[in-house]
């Protein structure tokens, strides 16, 4: 590879990097949105949802990626919480204490909770995270004794998020599949022993797209799961609302990761164009008077199955939020296609 071409890598790599950070926010800011518009029991029921679904798309095919599907099943969920946690950028450990017992913690600062936001996520909204995901680890696995217990939460106070998969000698009631164990405390962490990807079938390139995605991902899922639970409008809204928010909130720290800055309506149609560009959507400009982008692909969510219009709400109100972090009275308007589907036009004046 030349100079060049490492140079143009490294170029897309920072700006993956970039939308990953814009889409890692985004999904925080829909789950502040819900706690602060409609109350901590819903915001709960929609995170348990969330992770819910993630966890039934992503967990048994993970397992077959990351080669661990033949490992125990307490290691084995444990490992995978670790390998693919790391690989999205969050700071995560592991501790094996037996083939039926192992640990998994996740440390300060905690990514999914970036910044001040933990001051605003009750502890019943954490807990709902648990409960959707590594409460189900066991059911689906199709072992009915494997259970996670909870020794902390950081936004209770404590350091840090962490607990333990123990596979028991009996099978597991549903409410048993999820306990708390506050009087207990992981052991200490040591690298040397954790896991490790293949560095052969997980080179940089795919590491980067990986993390990319990691954070993408959540908001792929989270939109169509707010649709279904709070109904077109009201999603729609909140959707939006929060798109806007973060939007105007890392219109800066984005564009530095792209190599721009702020400007005109024809500078954040550049933007905007090479944010399709990093996130594998197919774009094509014209200008007559307005300028025009014309989005052929949204591939975030080109294969959800109850895919609705309302989840382009999210789309508009991130680009209207970033326009407003790019310059003053910059114009966003989309239309999409037909049942509200791409190839959506947007015009920028």
């Not at 889409?23 to 348990?48: K, N, P, S």
């Not at 094996?96 to 192992?102: I, M």
């Not at 997980?202 to 109904?231: D, I, S």
Request: overall charge neutral.
């Amino acid at each position: 590879m030349t100079a060049g071409q490492d140079s143009a890598q490294a170029a897309q790599w920072q700006r993956w990097r970039s939308l990953a950070e814009l889409y890692h926010a985004c999904f925080t800011g829909l789950i502040l949105t819900v706690v602060t518009r409609r109350g901590t029991a819903e915001a709960a029921e929609f995170v348990f949802r969330v992770f819910r679904r993630q966890q039934q798309e992503r967990f048994l095919p993970g397992l077959e990626k990351l080669g661990l599907s033949k490992l125990p099943p307490a290691v084995a969920a444990a490992q995978y919480h670790y390998l693919s946690n790391w690989i999205g950028g969050v700071c995560v450990e592991y501790m094996y204490e037996t083939d039926r017992k192992a640990w998994i913690r996740y440390p300060p600062p905690r990514w999914i909770w970036k910044g001040t936001a933990i001051c605003g996520i009750p502890g019943e909204v954490s807990r709902a995270m648990l409960r959707g995901w590594h409460a189900n680890n066991g059911v689906a696995l199709g072992n009915p004794k494997l259970g996670f217990a909870c020794t902390k939460q950081s936004v209770d106070g404590q350091d840090g998020l962490e607990g333990y998969y123990c596979e028991y000698d009996y099978a597991l009631e549903v409410d048993q599949r999820l306990v708390f164990a506050r009087h207990l405390e992981a052991p200490l962490f040591d690298p040397a022993t954790a896991p490790a990807l293949p560095v052969e079938s997980w080179p940089r390139p795919r590491l980067e797209k990986a993390y990319r995605n990691y954070a993408m991902e959540y908001v792929r899922t989270a939109a169509p799961v707010m649709v279904q639970l709070f109904g077109p409008e009201d999603a729609g809204y909140l959707l939006h609302l929060t798109g806007k928010l973060i939007g105007m909130q890392y219109f800066d720290e984005v564009a530095r990761g792209f190599g721009m800055a702020r400007g005109t309506a024809k500078d954040f149609a550049v933007f905007l164009r090479a944010l399709f560009g990093a996130q594998d959507d197919v774009a094509d400009a014209s200008e007559s008077g307005v300028c025009e982008i014309r989005q052929q692909t949204w591939k975030l969510m080109a294969d959800v199955g109850d895919y609705h219009p309302a989840c382009a709400k999210v789309l508009e109100g991130l680009f209207e939020g970033l326009a407003a972090g790019c310059g003053r009275h910059i114009a966003v308007d989309m239309k999409p296609a037909a049942g509200g589907a791409p190839p959506f036009v947007w015009s920028i004046e």
